[in-house]
């Protein structure tokens, strides 16, 4: 857990979503830290479907998704979904099973900070879904 004081702006975390009692612990970045909730950017596999479960592909989550540049690797995007979670589940330790943030190769990536605050308040003029959150190495009840 974070501890004391809010999360900033750019800063990497891990959380673990939940949808209909379906847990899906997600890699985040930091968009716009709040006291009580924060919204995050997760990756393209935190997208949610039009049945209103976990999205099963890229095609059925398509309508949450958004690209954004990475700041690595340098030249690439990555697909990125944006949230609003209660600050408290965010976390700083890493977690095994967590989605990664990902080019559209596979390789690794990380958004770039500044960029994804630009898609969040200009093209989604701040808006963001409220997902329930825990902490990603709390068990999802």
């Given at each position: 857990?974070?501890?004391?004081?809010l999360?900033?702006?750019?800063q990497?975390?891990?959380?673990?979503?939940?949808?209909?009692?379906a847990?899906?612990?997600?890699e985040?970045v930091?968009?716009?830290?709040?006291?009580?909730?924060?919204?995050i950017?997760?990756?393209?596999?935190?997208?949610?479907?039009?049945?209103?479960?976990?999205?099963?592909?890229?095609?059925?989550?398509?309508w949450?998704?958004?690209?954004?540049e990475?700041?690595?690797?340098?030249?690439?995007s990555?697909?990125?979904v944006?949230?609003?979670?209660?600050?408290?589940?965010?976390?700083?330790?890493?977690?095994?099973?967590?989605?990664?943030?990902?080019?559209?190769?596979?390789?690794?990536?990380?958004?770039?900070?500044?960029?994804?605050?630009g898609?969040?308040?200009?093209?989604?003029?701040?808006?963001?879904?409220?997902?329930?959150?825990?902490?990603?190495?709390?068990?999802?009840?």
């Amino acid at each position: 857990v974070l501890g004391e004081g809010l999360p900033c702006p750019g800063q990497r975390l891990h959380c673990r979503l939940l949808l209909r009692g379906a847990a899906r612990a997600a890699e985040a970045v930091v968009v716009a830290p709040g006291a009580a909730q924060t919204v995050i950017a997760c990756p393209a596999d935190c997208a949610i479907g039009a049945s209103g479960d976990w999205a099963t592909s890229p095609t059925e989550g398509a309508w949450q998704v958004r690209d954004c540049e990475c700041a690595t690797p340098s030249g690439s995007s990555c697909g990125v979904v944006f949230y609003s979670v209660d600050t408290r589940a965010l976390a700083t330790a890493e977690v095994p099973d967590a989605c990664c943030f990902q080019t559209s190769a596979g390789q690794r990536a990380l958004p770039e900070a500044e960029l994804l605050a630009g898609l969040f308040h200009g093209d989604l003029q701040g808006d963001a879904l409220q997902m329930q959150a825990v902490p990603a190495d709390a068990e999802a009840g």
